[in-house]
């Protein structure tokens, strides 16, 4: 007896609508709810719970709770633990009643960052500027290139789904989410954004695709005072320029390049035509703008958290309800289909959906139409056909030569030069003093000395100031003011005074940078590069091509009076999008 007359839904060469509907005739009520929650996971014993993100353990998860999508926490040595790790939950999901497979998906990986709010640390994958470095590059060519290495490392490793791109327009100043978005400008948004898109998914979506989840619709930028919806004092999308319109245009562009999947954002609109509470909830937004106007079929997806409070990293925080906080968990859940949406981000709860199945507060019908979209997906992978990877391979291509390579030219080509007196390129072998650079990686590109009494020229690097919050989750998130602090001015005044000074500024935010123009003979922006990449650009080994993919303000004033919806509306910017020089 073959695997086709037990489990028919596995014969090639059936159309997968047909495969689809063949399991899903198949399905108990609780696989069926299983779907529809994709929460976080973590490498480790798949019968031990995880201690750090505090989840049950994968048996449970999938063997329990009947789930199968899930987003990879954390990082591993190597790409080889990645592998056999995937592999034994894919050999977990296979011992289940119907074999259902996992969909593994992650938040970007490949990002040269120390910001892990904002991008999981590399590992052993190739590393890369942010995607506002990409943006600095401009360049689709390279932005595909990237996508497409980034999509091999990921399906050597199993991971099927990318929760990215980030195609959110950065025109508030002082969001926090903008380092992992393509800038300001909505046609370099659309162009760069639909580059990866066609990265991951290739040419045609099948066997060898990673599905891209993009984020936020429809636009997370325009936060009132930059705060993030994460939190409850960041919850409010607000549109003083009514420009709601300019930030779906990088959405038509992800839309044309076949994008899979959605995920709105947890902002509720304020004074605008939709309904004002949080867009996973929005009926008006997810069916009436996303699925209606745009005809978009595919898997929408709530950002994480919708549904329940949580404990991250020691501190509660309340679910992200917005608007819609006096609902009990099961109403907010039905709100949340009854928008549209398919699937629970984060959440864990299928005990909960079936409930209220049982009530009759939603229909049997509805799980079938989200159920569909996402077998479907699961099918279109190849997941049914072939769940595992190989191990070897996984290390061999995880982080190969030419991919780190490529992402090393990349960090260096994003750096972009904003202001230089003269003292760029510097001299071949000239005493440097060095802050925030390691001094082996200094030394060889000049002699490292202990004061900037003895050097030729001092390089500082800093990161964009930000306001310090109360939890450790909460300063993940860099926001707040973009003034630095008096005491680092004044430090960069002091070593100015005693030797030309260029000082790279790690421009996750587009920070007031005025008063350290005026007192550095060079300034320098990086999106996530190396001291190996910066000093190549510095001593003229490689040519400065970045360019800003914002406007830089030149007070906090003019911040302050900016409309967040509205792009390059601070008065009168100290540099402006596009700025960038050439040594």
């Known amino acids: 007896m073959t695997d086709t007359t037990v489990r028919p839904w596995l014969d090639t060469s059936l159309p997968v609508d047909e495969r689809v509907d063949l399991l899903l005739a198949e399905m108990t009520l609780e696989e069926k709810a299983g779907l529809f929650f994709h929460t976080m996971i973590a490498i480790g014993d798949l019968d031990a719970p995880n201690p750090v993100?505090?989840?049950?353990?994968?048996?449970?998860?999938?063997?329990?709770?009947?789930?199968?999508?899930?987003?990879?926490?954390?990082?591993?040595?190597?790409?080889?633990?990645?592998?056999?790790?995937?592999?034994?939950?894919?050999?977990?999901?296979?011992?289940?009643?119907?074999?259902?497979?996992?969909?593994?998906?992650?938040?970007?990986?490949?990002?040269?960052?120390?910001?892990?709010?904002?991008?999981?640390?590399?590992?052993?994958?190739?590393?890369?500027?942010?995607?506002?470095?990409?943006?600095?590059?401009?360049?689709?060519?390279?932005?595909?290139?990237?996508?497409?290495?980034?999509?091999?490392?990921?399906?050597?490793?199993?991971?099927?789904?990318?929760?990215?791109?980030?195609?959110?327009?950065?025109?508030?100043?002082?969001?926090?989410?903008?380092?992992?978005?393509?800038?300001?400008?909505?046609?370099?948004?659309?162009?760069?954004?639909?580059?990866?898109?066609?990265?991951?998914?290739?040419?045609?979506?099948?066997?060898?695709?990673?599905?891209?989840?993009?984020?936020?619709?429809?636009?997370?930028?325009?936060?009132?005072?930059?705060?993030?919806?994460?939190?409850?004092?960041?919850?409010?999308?607000?549109?003083?320029?009514?420009?709601?319109?300019?930030?779906?245009?990088?959405?038509?562009?992800?839309?044309?390049?076949?994008?899979?999947q959605i995920m709105p954002y947890y902002g509720m609109p304020i004074g605008t035509e939709f309904e004002e509470v949080g867009f996973g909830f929005n009926k008006s937004v997810i069916t009436g703008l996303l699925r209606e106007r745009f005809g978009f079929d595919g898997v929408v997806c709530t950002d994480w958290g919708l549904i329940n409070d949580a404990e991250i990293f020691g501190h509660r925080f309340p679910a992200r309800a917005w608007g819609v906080e006096h609902l009990s968990p099961k109403e907010r859940m039905v709100k949340v289909l009854d928008a549209g949406a398919d699937q629970f981000g984060g959440e864990a709860c299928p005990e909960l959906l079936l409930e209220l199945v049982a009530s009759g507060e939603v229909a049997e019908e509805r799980l079938d139409v989200s159920a569909r979209r996402l077998l479907r997906e699961k099918f279109e992978l190849g997941l049914f056909e072939d769940p595992y990877v190989d191990e070897e391979t996984a290390d061999e291509t995880v982080g190969r030569a030419d991919f780190r390579a490529a992402g090393e030219a990349a960090q260096r080509a994003s750096i972009a030069v904003l202001s230089n007196t003269g003292v760029l390129p510097l001299i071949s072998g000239a005493k440097l003093y060095v802050e925030g650079i390691a001094a082996e990686a200094a030394a060889r590109f000049g002699e490292v000395v202990d004061t900037p009494e003895e050097a030729d020229a001092a390089i500082l690097r800093l990161q964009a100031p930000f306001e310090e919050r109360g939890s450790t989750f909460e300063n993940f998130f860099h926001s707040g003011s973009l003034e630095f602090p008096a005491e680092v001015v004044a430090h960069v005044r002091e070593i100015a005074a005693l030797v030309p000074t260029v000082v790279d500024?790690?421009?996750?935010?587009?920070?007031?940078?005025?008063?350290?123009?005026?007192?550095?003979?060079?300034?320098?922006?990086?999106?996530?590069?190396?001291?190996?990449?910066?000093?190549?650009?510095?001593?003229?080994?490689?040519?400065?091509?970045?360019?800003?993919?914002?406007?830089?303000?030149?007070?906090?004033?003019?911040?302050?009076?900016?409309?967040?919806?509205?792009?390059?509306?601070?008065?009168?910017?100290?540099?402006?999008?596009?700025?960038?020089?050439?040594?």
């Open 505 to 583: 500024v790690l421009l996750d935010r587009p920070a007031i940078l005025e008063p350290i123009v005026d007192a550095a003979a060079a300034v320098t922006a990086n999106w996530g590069a190396s001291a190996a990449a910066l000093l190549d650009v510095l001593t003229g080994a490689v040519e400065a091509r970045g360019r800003l993919p914002f406007d830089v303000a030149r007070s906090m004033a003019a911040v302050e009076a900016s409309r967040p919806d509205v792009p390059f509306d601070t008065a009168d910017p100290l540099f402006r999008f596009g700025h960038g020089l050439s040594l």
């Open 53 to 260: 993100f505090g989840t049950p353990s994968a048996r449970e998860f999938v063997e329990v709770k009947r789930m199968s999508h899930f987003n990879l926490l954390g990082a591993a040595p190597t790409g080889r633990d990645i592998a056999a790790w995937h592999n034994a939950l894919q050999r977990l999901a296979a011992s289940t009643r119907l074999g259902i497979p996992v969909t593994l998906s992650t938040d970007p990986r490949h990002s040269f960052s120390e910001n892990p709010g904002a991008a999981i640390m590399a590992g052993p994958f190739s590393q890369w500027p942010e995607a506002l470095g990409l943006a600095a590059i401009g360049d689709e060519e390279v932005v595909e290139r990237f996508a497409d290495i980034a999509r091999q490392e990921y399906t050597a490793v199993g991971l099927r789904v990318a929760l990215h791109p980030q195609i959110d327009l950065a025109t508030e100043p002082r969001w926090s989410r903008q380092v992992a978005t393509f800038g300001e400008d909505a046609e370099l948004a659309g162009r760069l954004g639909a580059a990866y898109i066609r990265g991951f998914q290739g040419e045609t979506f099948g066997h060898g695709s990673v599905a891209t989840m993009t984020k936020h619709f429809p636009g997370g930028g325009p936060q009132k005072d930059g705060e993030d919806p994460h939190f409850e004092y960041g919850r409010e999308q607000v549109y003083p320029g009514d420009a709601f319109e300019h930030h779906l245009k990088p959405f038509e562009a992800a839309f044309e390049a076949g994008t899979r």
